[in-house]
């Protein structure tokens, strides 16, 4: 299905399948999948198979040539969003299509997921790319992301590549990413001036539904890139643990409230108000986001040095996972009672009771 028998419908599934299995599998595995997919001396064309050459263990014979790739993937990039003469033909950058749209000078035209394939190719290979190279198609990308006139999932797509190449982010392109993703995290989002916004794509009413994507995931997408950034930086973005997290976390959006959770367990240095919210949304109505909150204390040390008040809502947390038809929810409470050995005494005998309910719990994810 990736050779003789390939099929653009199936290919990358069956990839995904095939890499799978070379990762689960021994060496001897690997080594078969990597001599089909990607033998030695062979030129690699295919974007994905570049992508997953890293995971193969695949070594390009020319490192040199992805410092080049990046130049040119840079200015393929800029051509997301083309404003062009009215007998001016758009670029030819690959994608699902394109939009097109008159204006007074001619016309714009928006490519779907333009470029995206060569993007992500050379973001399993970062490394190889140089400092110049590198910023050139780092603030590529970060022109697209501000472009109103830029669908909201291509954005949102160049947002979530754009945290693949954190470990390598020039310090100086640090604070200008900030000053694009502050506004964007709070909500601060303009949809394409042409074209059908979210509310009428999703409108029932509405018999032909072409929407360019939803700005609450441009939103989550956004403060999980500042999240992740303030791990390693945490001076970087003032504005996070000021206000803009809390008031993702407090939204009355279930969704906004999922992405803030999300992004918090990305992050770390939070305060103590954030650690406590995250406590409190485990109590949340909505059981997605109660156990995504279970998720955040866990994976970003917002379980540790809880006051008091934060102990006895936590142990609650877990009383209510424990009742809870959910079992995802139930899974998390197990979860974090294996993360947090050392609990006060005043909550023993409530902690006992919850952990012998989970260990006999229906389900082994949860028991185990």
């Not at 403060?223 to 993702?248: G, V, W």
Request: hydrophobic fraction near 40%; charged fraction near 20%.
């Amino acid at each position: 299905l990736l050779t003789d028998r390939r099929n653009d419908i199936d290919y990358t599934e069956s990839l995904n399948l095939v890499c799978h299995a070379a990762v689960r599998g021994d060496e001897n595995v690997k080594r078969h999948v990597r001599s089909v997919l990607v033998p030695p001396g062979a030129q690699i064309q295919d974007s994905l198979l570049v992508q997953v050459g890293p995971i193969l263990g695949w070594q390009p014979q020319r490192p040199e040539s992805f410092t080049s790739a990046a130049l040119n993937a840079a200015e393929t990039v800029r051509k997301q969003v083309q404003r062009l003469a009215p007998d001016e033909e758009p670029a030819k950058i690959g994608g699902y299509g394109t939009s097109s749209y008159p204006v007074p000078t001619g016309r714009i035209v928006v490519h779907w997921r333009g470029a995206m394939h060569l993007i992500q190719a050379l973001a399993a290979h970062r490394k190889m790319i140089s400092d110049e190279a590198l910023q050139n198609l780092l603030d590529a990308m970060l022109e697209m992301i501000v472009e109103p006139e830029n669908l909201i999932f291509n954005r949102v797509a160049l947002v979530t590549t754009l945290e693949t190449f954190l470990d390598r982010f020039p310090t100086n392109l640090e604070r200008h990413a900030v000053e694009v993703l502050e506004p964007l995290a709070a909500g601060n989002i303009t949809e394409p001036s042409q074209g059908q916004n979210h509310a009428q794509a999703t409108n029932s009413l509405n018999p032909f539904k072409i929407g360019g994507g939803d700005p609450v995931d441009l939103q989550g997408a956004s403060l999980k890139f500042l999240c992740m950034l303030d791990r390693n930086r945490p001076s970087i973005c003032p504005r996070l643990h000021d206000s803009l997290l809390l008031r993702s976390l407090t939204s009355a959006n279930a969704e906004i409230r999922r992405y803030g959770l999300f992004a918090a367990a990305h992050g770390g240095h939070l305060t103590l108000a954030e650690k406590s919210t995250i406590a409190l949304a485990g109590l949340d109505a909505d059981p997605r986001v109660a156990r995504l909150a279970i998720h955040a204390m866990v994976e970003s040390g917002g379980h540790s040095d809880l006051d008091p008040l934060t102990w006895q809502i936590v142990i609650r947390v877990i009383e209510s996972a424990v009742s809870s038809l959910d079992g995802s929810y139930r899974a998390s409470a197990s979860r974090i009672l294996r993360a947090l050995p050392d609990w006060p005494p005043e909550v023993a005998t409530r902690l006992g009771a919850a952990r012998s309910a989970l260990a006999t719990d229906i389900l082994f994810s949860v028991r185990k």
